[in-house]
C-alpha cells in the first residue's frame, strides 16, 4: 500500500464516529473551513500518538495513513475506557452471559440438539445487550432523576392530599397496561371459562380479564400508598409487611383453589422494568428529603407492597366471581 | 432484514402504548401539582426516550431469542422420551426429574443476574448506602434465592403437593429472619423478592410450570402450573436477609476476635 493520504472524507469520518461529542463543534468548523483547519486538527493528537512533531501547517494533508491509524487506535482505547455507553455495554454483555451460558450447555450437552434458528438467536441477543444498555443509561439521565426531584417537590409542597394522590396514580399508571400483566389476565380469564367460573364466550372472558387488571392496578395503586403513608409517618417496615402476609394466609383460607396460583403469581408479575425504577426513586427521594428518615432503612419497601397487596386483591376478586 | 426490522418498529409502539398511562400522568403532575420545571429537563426526556428504546429492544430481542428457546427446552426436558422412564405405576419417580430441577435453577439464576428491574434496585442500593451494598453481592444472593426457588418450585409440581403450604412455611421463615437481620437491609430484601420476577423471568419461568404441569403424569397444568414465580418471589427475600445476616455474624466475630 502507498502511503499517501487516505481521501479526506474518510479520515473525517472516522474521526466523526470515533471522537466524543465535545469535539462536535470543532468537527463542524472544521467542514466550514477545511483547508486552515485541518492542519491543527489531524496535528495535534497524532504528535500525542506517536510522539512525533509534525508541524500544523498547510502541508499536514501528507500526514500518512499510518499515523492516522495509530492516532485513531489511541483514542479508540481510551474512548472505550471513558465512554459510559461502552462501558455499559460490556457491562451488559457480562449480565448476560449467564443466560447464554445455560442455554447453550443444556441444549448442546444435555439435550443434544441444534438451538433452532441460530442467525436470529444471535440478532434477538443483539438486541437484548443493546436494549439492556440503553435501558440502563436512561435509568440514571432520566427515570432516577426525574422520580427523585418529584418526590423532594411533594415533600417541599407539604401537602400530603397531593402526595398520596401522585403515588397512587404512579402505582395504577405504572401497572394498568404492564404487558406481563395482560398475558396473565387472559391466561386466567382462559382457566376461569375452563373451570365453569364465567360463561363460555369471548366477551365474558375479556371483562373477567379487564377486571383482574383494573383489581390489580388498584391493588398497586393502593400499595404505594400505604408504602407512602408508612414513610411519612415512620412506622417500621416489617410490621406492615407482616400484617399483609396474615392477610394473604386469611385470604388463602378462603379462596377458591383454581385461583391461588394465579393471585400469587400475579403479584410478583406487576413490578415492571419501568414501575421498579420510578417506585424505588419516589420511596428513596421521600425518605431522604423528610427529616429523622433514614433512605436505606426507610426508602426502600413499597415493591414489596407493590407484589403483595396483588395476591390478596386477586384472591378476593376471585372469591367474588 | 426487512421484516426484522418491522417487528422492531412494532415493538417499539407496543412499548409506547405500555408507557403512555404513566408519561400523562407524569406530566400532568408536573403541570398541575408541582408547577415548577424540572431540573435538567432535556437531560430527562433523553433519558426517558433511552429507557423506552431500551425496554423495546430489550423485549423484541427476548422475544426473539430467548423466549421460543426457553420454551422448546422447558418441552424437551419434562419430556418422557428425554427422561427415560417411561411412567409406570401410575406415575414417575420424582427423582426422574433431575435435569429439570437443575435447568430451572440455572435457569433461574441467570435469568434474575440479567433482570433490568433489579440491576435499577442494585444500583440504587449501591448509591443510598454510599457503596456499603455492593450491586454484583446484592444481585449474586438473589439469583441464588431464584435459583434456590425455582428448583422447590418444581419439584412441587413434580411432586403435587399444595402451594400454600409452602409459601406459607416460607414467610415463617422471612418472619424469624427479619427479627434478627440487620435492620437496614430488610427494606432492600422485601423489595428483591418483588423486583426478581419481571421481565426476562416471568415468560420463562410460567412457561416452564405450564410444560411441567402438562408432562407430568397425574398434574393439571390449571392448578399446578402457577405458583412458580411466587416461589421465585418468595426466595431471594431469604438469601438476602441471610446474606446479611452472614455479613453481620463475620463483622461481629471478627471485632471480637481482635478484642481477645
Do not use: C
Given at each position: 500500500m502507498s502511503e499517501s493520504p487516505a481521501p479526506f472524507e474518510v479520515r473525517a469520518w472516522l474521526i466523526l464516529v470515533t471522537r466524543d461529542l465535545n469535539n462536535a463543534t470543532e468537527i463542524a468548523d472544521y467542514w466550514i473551513e477545511p483547508s486552515r483547519r485541518e492542519a491543527r486538527f489531524f496535528a495535534r493528537p497524532a504528535r500525542r500518538a506517536v510522539g512525533r512533531t509534525v508541524a500544523p501547517?498547510?502541508?499536514?494533508?501528507?500526514?500518512?495513513?499510518?499515523?492516522?491509524?495509530?492516532?485513531?487506535?489511541?483514542?479508540?482505547?481510551?474512548?472505550?475506557?471513558?465512554?459510559?455507553?461502552?462501558?455499559?455495554?460490556?457491562?451488559?454483555?457480562?449480565?448476560?452471559?449467564?443466560?447464554?451460558?445455560?442455554?447453550?450447555?443444556?441444549?448442546?450437552?444435555?439435550?443434544?440438539?441444534?438451538?433452532?434458528?441460530?442467525?436470529?438467536?444471535?440478532?434477538?441477543?443483539?438486541?437484548?445487550?443493546?436494549?439492556?444498555?440503553?435501558?440502563?443509561q436512561g435509568l440514571n439521565l432520566g427515570l432516577f432523576p426525574l422520580g427523585e426531584s418529584m418526590a423532594h417537590a411533594f415533600a417541599r409542597k407539604g401537602s400530603m392530599l397531593w402526595l398520596l394522590v401522585f403515588a397512587f396514580a404512579l402505582g395504577f399508571g405504572t401497572t394498568v397496561a404492564e404487558p406481563a400483566l395482560i398475558a396473565v389476565a387472559d391466561e386466567a380469564a382462559r382457566i376461569a371459562e375452563e373451570g365453569g367460573v364465567i360463561a363460555a364466550s369471548d366477551e365474558s372472558r375479556k371483562s373477567y380479564a379487564l377486571g383482574l387488571r383494573i383489581a390489580v392496578a388498584l391493588s398497586v395503586g393502593f400499595a404505594v400508598v400505604v408504602g407512602v403513608i408508612r414513610i411519612v409517618r415512620g412506622w417500621p417496615l416489617p410490621y406492615v409487611i407482616i400484617a399483609g402476609y396474615i392477610g394473604v394466609v386469611v385470604m388463602t383460607v378462603f379462596a377458591p383453589r383454581e385461583i391461588i396460583g394465579i393471585a400469587y403469581d400475579s403479584g410478583g408479575v406487576t413490578t415492571s422494568t419501568i414501575t421498579v425504577p420510578l417506585v424505588t426513586a419516589l420511596g428513596v427521594g421521600l425518605s431522604s428529603s423528610i427529616q429523622g428518615r433514614n433512605p436505606m432503612i426507610d426508602g426502600f419497601g413499597l415493591i414489596a407492597f407493590a407484589s403483595l397487596m396483588p395476591m390478596i386483591f386477586v384472591m378476593g376478586y376471585g372469591m367474588i366471581l | 432484514m426487512n421484516e426484522w426490522l418491522h417487528e422492531l418498529g412494532s415493538a417499539l409502539l407496543e412499548t409506547l402504548r405500555a408507557v403512555s398511562p404513566i408519561v400523562t400522568m407524569l406530566v400532568l403532575f408536573q403541570l398541575l401539582a408541582i408547577r415548577k420545571p424540572l431540573p435538567n429537563p432535556r437531560r430527562i426526556v433523553v433519558g426517558f426516550v433511552y429507557v423506552l428504546l431500551g425496554v423495546a429492544l430489550f423485549l423484541q430481542g427476548l422475544k426473539i431469542a430467548l423466549f421460543p428457546v426457553g420454551d422448546l427446552m422447558a418441552r424437551q426436558l419434562t419430556a418422557p422420551e428425554f427422561l427415560g422412564a417411561a411412567p409406570h405405576d401410575g406415575g414417575v419417580h420424582w427423582y426422574a426429574y433431575i435435569w429439570v430441577y437443575l435447568f430451572a435453577a440455572s435457569i433461574g439464576f441467570a435469568t434474575t443476574l440479567a433482570e433490568p428491574a433489579l440491576i435499577a434496585v442494585a444500583l440504587k442500593a449501591a448509591e443510598v448506602s454510599a457503596g456499603a451494598i455492593n450491586p454484583w453481592g446484592l444481585r449474586l444472593a438473589v439469583a441464588c434465592g431464584a435459583a434456590l426457588g425455582l428448583a422447590v418450585g418444581t419439584f412441587r409440581i413434580v411432586t403435587g403437593t399444595d402451594l400454600h403450604f409452602y409459601i406459607i412455611a416460607g414467610y415463617v421463615v422471612v418472619l424469624i429472619q427479619t427479627a434478627f437481620a440487620p435492620r437496614m437491609i430488610v427494606g432492600l430484601a422485601y423489595d428483591s423478592g418483588g423486583v426478581t420476577t419481571s421481565t426476562v423471568t416471568v415468560p420463562i419461568v410460567t412457561a416452564l410450570g405450564l410444560g411441567l404441569a402438562s408432562a407430568v403424569p397425574g398434574r393439571n397444568p390449571l392448578a399446578d402450573g402457577f405458583g412458580l414465580i411466587a416461589f421465585t418471589c418468595l426466595f431471594p427475600i431469604i438469601s438476602v436477609l441471610g446474606y446479611a445476616q452472614i455479613a453481620a455474624w463475620r463483622t461481629r466475630r471478627n471485632r471480637s476476635g481482635d478484642n481477645d
Open positions: 501547517n498547510r502541508n499536514s494533508t501528507l500526514i500518512s495513513n499510518k499515523i492516522v491509524v495509530m492516532w485513531l487506535k489511541s483514542r479508540l482505547s481510551a474512548y472505550i475506557r471513558h465512554n459510559r455507553f461502552l462501558r455499559q455495554l460490556l457491562a451488559s454483555m457480562l449480565d448476560l452471559a449467564p443466560v447464554v451460558t445455560v442455554i447453550l450447555f443444556f441444549q448442546i450437552l444435555v439435550i443434544q440438539q441444534p438451538i433452532p434458528e441460530a442467525g436470529r438467536f444471535v440478532w434477538g441477543m443483539f438486541l437484548v445487550v443493546l436494549g439492556l444498555t440503553l435501558f440502563v | -
